[in-house]
């Protein structure tokens, strides 16, 4: 298959750029606004490992997609780390014409344990969920899974394996994690590792999510500025999701995802594949593309990159624009755990 002439673009002029791609849909925490514990394991419907793509079949597809325009790849979950070998996955992907990123985003409990395979088959950088440095608030926000030291001993393991930049993500609760923010900067102030504090949003439909629980960036802006100096930075890319902001002391940096506050779908490039195989077009889709099934029953590349690119051309997506429409309300939303975040 040779790459396509014609920029792929979707109905608002959107090219196709960042591909996730989720490699397992099971975690080994239960955060409250992803996989709350209180949900029955039931109601998840985890999938049976038959049902996975395998790795070369990842592969073949991220292929098809670079061909399409995708040159930026993230590794998600659920927790990327408990699939088996994926070191091998990450060797197969670097290596793949086009693809010039590679990341990973985990909650870096297991990451000391593989940070320097994966540094070694590849992998570029790494995100690392990390909500609070407080003992009894990062339990609430795991579901009394892991520990700080477990989180910490992976992002030292990861900086040692020049996994870099590393960048924490921090999705703030109002009333759950909030006072803690001040605490997890000022820790990671002087070093290289960028803090993005994220509005917390309704993704999926387990976390019951009520506006009044999302803290705005205006409001962390604030909170930060009291404390610190901030200066703006210029975005590193067009499309970029976070808000740069420079201790003025020269400290470092950190980001702001204004998901709700200030929805950035305009400037979206990216598409999400399931560890099933099922192509989503926005991180709050209720319905996807499958591609595992048309690539197990013999379609060719052509045909698998014909079925993207009509899926893309028609994407409409915008939901973070329009969410407080209520004719744009959606009760079955795929959950985060599921397409990564």
């Not at 290596?95 to 994966?118: C, F, H, K, M, Q």
């Not at 070694?120 to 950088?125: E, I």
């Amino acid at each position: 298959m040779n790459k396509r002439e014609n920029e792929l673009l979707d109905h608002f002029g959107r090219p196709l750029r960042d591909l996730r791609i989720s490699v397992m849909d099971r975690c080994n925490f239960r955060c409250p606004y992803c996989m709350p514990e209180e949900a029955p394991e039931p109601d998840l419907n985890f999938l049976e490992s038959p049902n996975r793509l395998r790795f070369a079949e990842i592969i073949r597809l991220t292929s098809i997609f670079a061909n399409l325009g995708v040159h930026k790849l993230r590794i998600t979950g659920g927790e990327p780390l408990l699939r088996k070998n994926l070191y091998e996955l990450v060797a197969g992907l670097s290596e793949l014409p086009g693809i010039n990123d590679v990341a990973l985003t985990t909650n870096a409990s297991l990451l000391e344990r593989y940070a320097e395979s994966l540094g070694q088959a590849g992998l570029g950088r790494v995100t690392v969920s990390l909500d609070s440095l407080d003992p009894k608030v990062f339990q609430l926000m795991t579901g009394h899974r892991g520990s700080v030291e477990l989180v910490l001993a992976g992002i030292e393991a990861a900086l040692a394996a020049g996994l870099t930049p590393i960048k924490i993500n921090v999705v703030v609760q109002r009333g759950a994690n909030d006072h803690t923010l001040l605490e997890l900067l000022e820790y990671f102030r002087g070093t290289e590792i960028i803090v993005r504090l994220i509005e917390y949003m309704d993704v999926g439909n387990l976390n019951h999510w009520k506006p009044e629980n999302t803290v705005s960036s205006v409001d962390l802006l604030e909170l930060i500025s009291n404390k610190w100096l901030l200066e703006p930075v210029e975005e590193n890319y067009h499309g970029e999701v976070a808000q740069r902001w420079a201790y003025a002391d020269g400290q470092g940096e950190i980001g702001l995802i204004s998901s709700v506050s200030e929805p950035f779908c305009g400037s979206c490039t990216r598409a999400r594949l399931s560890s099933d195989g099922v192509l989503y077009n926005c991180l709050f889709a209720t319905q996807g593309l499958d591609l595992r099934s048309p690539m197990r029953e013999g379609a060719s590349d052509d045909e698998l990159a014909d079925m993207i690119s009509e899926a893309w051309r028609i994407r409409r997506d915008r939901y973070s624009e329009v969410r407080n429409q209520a004719s744009v309300a959606r009760s079955n939303k795929v959950e985060m755990y599921y397409i990564g975040g």
